[in-house]
């Protein structure tokens, strides 16, 4: 069997977001936070793959550098730097969806395909009014960065097997197209649940009750994502908790490369 370690890489910062926005109808006492955009970094032996692309460069989305990040003009290049991944090298990128602080750095790997599930795409082309800012859609003057790929985009029509050791899950809600990715590690299946789930707190441990994310399309979709992700059994790694980083990979304490 196929098993990979995940490294998270923190690619800028959705900065002071309320944190009522990711916790549907929770009061959260007027609380903000810095959430991190993460690009999740994937190896076994035989594979290096990426998912999520994070919000993009400096150039392209100055919004999510803070002041701490000063000298940096690309945190995912950075990060894939320190991890000792060179961008050219990666084959294969999975997008959650199309949000753009999920594929504005999709640009950076001149040689991937890109795997996205064909709800998504069409989505994305073509949103409802309130969601196409965060998709970079039929903004005046720019381009959405989903197109800065759209030549090497592989599309899925549901579940499917990725690569040994990685399935994708199409689970609607937060979007029409979101898809979560399962990963198999030496510490049982981990879910890389994209903006489905956002903090830990959306997912209780201990058969606590989910809380879909506030920025949602559907919410009896989203309820029957939970119920599919319940039934995996599996670890699952939010889109946006900074808690993330309390490990420098998952399973913890599992790859040399961050953890020296
Ligand atoms: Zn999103």
């Known amino acids: 069997m196929s098993t990979f370690t995940i490294v998270p890489i923190r ?4 900065v002071n ?8 109808r929770k009061d959260c006492g007027g609380a903000h936070l810095n ?4 690009a999740w970094l994937l190896r076994s032996d035989a594979h290096t793959v990426i998912v999520d692309a994070g919000p993009g460069s400096r150039a392209r989305a100055p919004q999510c550098y803070t002041e701490s990040d000063a000298g940096h003009d690309d945190l995912l ?17 999975i997008l959650t969806h199309l949000h753009h602080d999920h594929v504005g750095g999709a640009r950076l790997f001149r040689n991937a395909r890109f795997h996205v599930q064909e709800a998504e795409l069409k989505e994305a082309v073509w949103p409802v009014p309130f969601q196409r800012p965060i998709y970079g859609t039929n903004q005046r ?18 579940d499917e097997n990725v690569l040994p050791g990685i399935r994708v899950l199409k689970l609607p809600g937060h979007t029409a ?12 299946p981990y879910l890389i649940a994209g903006d489905l ?16 994310n506030g920025n949602h399309t559907d919410l009896r979709a989203y309820d029957d994502s939970f119920r599919r992700i319940a ?9 946006h908790d900074p808690r993330v980083f309390e490990c420098a990979s998952y399973p913890p304490g599992q790859d040399p490369a961050v953890n020296p």
Request: one cysteine or more.
């Open 17 to 24: 977001h309320a944190r009522s926005c990711f916790l549907y």
């Open 35 to 38: 959430a991190p955009c993460i």
């Open 231 to 239: 039934a995996l059994r599996a670890k699952v790694l939010p889109a």
């Open 177 to 188: 197209g979101s898809q979560g990715v399962l990963v198999d590690t030496d510490d049982g």
């Open 141 to 158: 003057g720019k381009t959405p960065p989903w197109i800065d790929v759209l030549d090497r985009m592989m599309v899925a029509h549901g």
């Open 197 to 212: 789930i956002p903090l830990y707190e959306n997912w209780p441990a201990h058969g606590g009750e989910p809380v879909p």
């Open 77 to 93: 290049q950075y990060g894939l730097a320190r991890a000792g991944v060179e961008p050219d090298a990666i084959e294969l990128v």
């Open 11 to 14: 690619c800028g910062d959705i």
